[in-house]
Antibody, heavy 125, light 111 residues
Framework: QVQLQESGPGLVKPSQTLSLTCTVS??????????WSWIRQPPGKGLEWIGY???????YYNPSLKSRVTISVDTSKNQFSLKLSSVTAADTAVYYC?????????????????WGQGTLVTVSS | QSVLTQPPSVSGAPGQRVTISCTGS?????????VHWYQQLPGTAPKLLIY???NRPSGVPDRFSGSKSGTSASLAITGLQAEDEADYYC???????????FGGGTKLTVL
């Protein structure tokens, strides 16, 4: 079964760029059967969808974060990555990667399954 | 303020039935977009509980059920167990925001 694992620095300074990688095991990103997504959760708060990517490299971002987000894919390593620029304390959160599951032709109706275990990123000087 | 509104908390005694509502609008649930539910146990990642309004993934007990009507959806849990104590989130798509959205989450306490 597919498993996802996030990795990256746990501490980022304000105004810098947050960078995380999600490694997929048990399945190939290159299969084209799924989209791959990032979601975050500030401590003690709810979930916020960040964006998704397809194996081809096509992306779609949450308009509320679009100006600061870049998601990329490396099919040779079966990984996809997140970059969030100009971070502030408000970007402190647990960041999850997840597989977007459902009909890729009707992606708006899809859901997230499975999820990685998450990684806490703190923005502080 | 979340686009999808959930009660902050619900509670019930073991064996009882509880429901968690998820209220949206004409740009999300009311527009026909599906609703999905997740269970987040303390200190863990969210786990898919219900997909496409009322479908249970393999391994999810039939004590959990989902429904959708109009601009709202509901998650029902029957035969409440201590292990059900968790946060529950609904998720859908919002055409006005052009984004997937989540409810604010509901904390279930088993008394």
């Amino acid at each position: 079964q597919v498993q996802l694992q996030e990795s990256g620095p746990g501490l980022v300074k304000p105004s810098q760029t947050l960078s995380l990688t999600c490694t997929v095991s048990g399945g190939s990103i290159r299969s084209g059967d799924y989209y791959w997504s990032w979601i975050r959760q500030p401590p003690g708060k709810g979930l916020e969808w960040i964006g998704y990517i397809y194996y081809s490299g096509s992306t779609y971002y949450n308009p509320s974060l679009k100006s600061r987000v870049t998601i990329s894919v490396d099919t040779s390593k079966n990984q996809f990555s997140l970059k969030l620029s100009s971070v502030t304390a408000a970007d402190t959160a647990v960041y999850y990667c997840a597989r977007v599951t459902g009909d890729t032709a009707m992606v708006e109706y899809n859901w997230f399954d499975p999820w990685g275990q998450g990684t806490l990123v703190t923005v502080s000087s | 303020q979340s686009v999808l509104t959930q009660p902050p908390s619900v509670s019930g005694a073991p064996g009882q039935r509880v429901t968690i509502s998820c209220t949206g609008s004409s740009s999300n649930i009311g527009a026909g977009y599906d609703v999905h539910w997740y269970q987040q146990l303390p200190g863990t990642a969210p786990k898919l509980l219900i997909y496409v309004n009322s479908n249970r993934p393999s391994g999810v007990p039939d004590r959990f059920s989902g429904s959708k009507s109009g601009t709202s959806a509901s998650l029902a849990i029957t035969g409440l167990q201590a292990e059900d104590e968790a946060d529950y989130y609904c998720q859908s798509y919002d055409s006005s925001l052009s984004a997937w959205v989540f409810g604010g989450g509901t904390k279930l306490t088993v008394l």
